[in-house]
């Protein structure tokens, strides 16, 4: 799996105006993922873009590890105190590492033909009784959206039967809808999955 160069290009050009537009705003299914999570656990931050929900579980006083595919957005991650490094998700290894993960509106710029085998290889980073936060956007199929970055739309189903399929046990949903970088408004859902199941 490559990386798709117009979607990070996108990321680096306008760093400053996501973290003014997208970042600052109230983050969903956070507080529910936090009380999951034993005291002072270790959290894999998965497309940390500029590093606001990293700093929030630091100051909670949990260890965050944040990982960007954009080189700007793990600088401004870095610059706010954040351990962040460059990565794409396929470069994610390790097993029973993590005892959350979250992938917040970062996984929705994977092809969908890709889906299955990185939610099993962050199963499998993630320790037995971990939990995972996962937010898409609703819709179908795959597209660009006007600044060139490349999506993949999903319906609440479809991703549900994904995270079982990969051995997560999904229990919790939250569905909204907001305003992106792109200004347009989209539907979106955060779904929440313990890593206790064999997948």
């Known amino acids: 799996m490559s990386a798709d160069p117009k979607t990070l290009a996108v990321y680096d050009a ?9 970042a600052q705003k109230p983050t969903p299914g956070l507080t ?8 002072g656990g270790h959290i894999l931050d998965l497309g940390c873009g500029p590093g606001s929900s990293a700093v929030e579980l630091m100051e909670q006083g949990f260890s965050v590890d944040a990982t960007d595919g954009s080189a700007e957005m793990v600088a401004r991650a ?3 105190g954040v351990t962040a490094r460059q990565a794409l998700f396929h470069e994610i290894t390790g097993d029973g590492l993590y005892d959350g993960i979250w992938a917040n509106f970062s996984l929705l710029h994977l092809p969908r033909a890709e889906m299955p085998e990185i939610l099993s290889r962050l199963r499998l980073a ?6 995972f936060h996962i937010g898409l ?8 959206d ?11 189903d479809e991703l549900t039967d994904l995270l079982t399929r990969a ?3 999904p ?7 907001g305003t992106g970088l792109d200004g347009q408004i989209s539907d979106w859902i955060v779904l929440h999955a313990e890593g206790a199941t064999d997948g």
């Open 14 to 22: 306008q760093v400053a105006e996501y973290e003014k537009r997208v």
């Open 32 to 39: 529910e993922f936090v009380t999951r999570l034993p005291p």
């Open 78 to 80: 870095a610059a706010r």
């Open 126 to 131: 993630l320790k037995p009784d971990g939990v």
């Open 137 to 144: 956007k609703l819709g179908k199929g795959e597209a660009r």
């Open 146 to 156: 006007r600044l060139g970055r490349f999506y993949t739309y999903y319906q609440e």
């Open 167 to 169: 051995g997560f046990a």
């Open 171 to 177: 229990f919790d949903r939250i569905i909204g809808a």
